[in-house]
């Protein structure tokens, strides 16, 4: 970066600290900006953050941020009583990386995060789209042609992200044939792809994070029965509860899109469950008067360029 550059970059976060902190007064007029993580990576791999590039997101959070845990975030919102500049920091699914790599981070700048885990796949080596990723990134040409062969013939895309989407709203049956079927072509999975344990889990607890509930085996809510969808988000928290010995209070919706992930039966099954808060992750900001059971979330890569940062306060 040149110094033309360097120059102009300082005016950009200049104007966009003090546009947010127009833009996000305390109180009533208050405004939580919720941002979400899924992983982060010490070398650059196809949909993962890179932890250098969490770390210039995390210093510009704590120069320019009050951070606030999901749970302290909802009560804020029906108090109205949301410091300026609200925002929380949250991690979806439990990945080890979020412990290992991410946490250091977060606790270098002094700040808490809300880490939503699926219960079901503590200690495991990957989630089932970590397999199908791993398979088909490291298959040879002649393997790959086989495996494309194989998806078409079972009536799914053979593209990875078209392919993992399409899984995810297939029945568990008919999602595990097609995982299981493609396990012949290889099932190593990176070890990156691990997910955390009990002993972490509780150890985020005592460093003052917050874990939040993201079902049991992350199935797609909306695509269950009754008693399936109630099973996923109960016994998530009763899980996790006796793993930290403390409440479980927030909860993320898989996938998160309303009326296709999850609709006003998903919520009222959270609420039943006990929980206080959850997030969704359709965009935008949370303020008075936002249902707390579906706040919304942006993606971190509006931290990239102050331009878009700031068009999510407009």
């Known amino acids: 970066m040149n110094n033309n550059d360097s120059k102009i970059a300082r005016l ?69 009583s949301l410091p300026a500049r609200a925002l929380s920091i949250t991690f979806d699914d439990g990945y080890a990386d979020n412990y290992d790599l991410a946490l250091p981070v977060l606790e270098r700048h002094g700040l808490k995060a ?5 219960s079901g796949l503590l200690d495991q080596s990957g989630m089932w789209s ?15 042609a086989e495996i494309r062969d194989y998806l078409v013939d079972a009536g799914v895309p053979p593209r990875l992200p078209d392919l993992v989407n399409e ?20 099932d190593a999975v990176h070890e990156s792809s691990k997910l955390m344990n009990a002993d972490q889990l509780r150890s985020l607890v005592k460093k003052g994070m917050e874990v939040g509930g993201h079902t049991v085996n992350h199935k797609i809510l909306n695509s269950l029965e009754d008693d399936q969808a109630r099973h996923e988000i109960k016994s998530c928290k009763a899980q996790l509860e006796s793993i930290i010995d403390a ?61 878009r940062l700031c068009r999510v306060y407009l």
């Open 247 to 307: 409440p479980v209070e927030s909860f993320a919706y898989p996938n998160g899109r309303r009326n296709q992930d999850y609709t006003d039966r998903e919520v009222s099954f959270v609420r039943e469950a006990g929980f206080k808060a959850a997030v969704s992750t359709e965009y935008g900001l949370a303020r008075s008067g936002t249902d707390t059971f579906e706040l919304p979330r942006i993606s971190a890569e509006y931290f990239v360029r102050p331009l």
């Open 130 to 144: 970590d397999q199908i990723a791993s398979i088909l990134v490291s298959a040879d040409k002649t393997r790959a």
């Open 114 to 118: 809300t880490f939503f885990v699926t």
């Open 167 to 186: 899984l995810k709203y297939m029945s568990v049956d008919a999602q595990e044939t097609i995982v299981s079927g493609l396990s012949k072509f290889g």
């Open 12 to 80: 950009s976060s200049s104007l966009m600290e003090r546009w947010i902190e127009r833009a996000s007064p305390a109180g009533e007029d208050g405004k939580l900006l919720v941002v979400k993580y899924h992983r982060v990576q010490s070398t650059l791999s196809l949909g993962k953050r890179l932890i250098t590039e969490f770390e210039t997101q995390m210093k510009l959070v704590s120069r320019m941020f009050n951070v606030l845990t999901i749970a302290e975030a909802a009560k804020r919102i029906k108090e109205n």
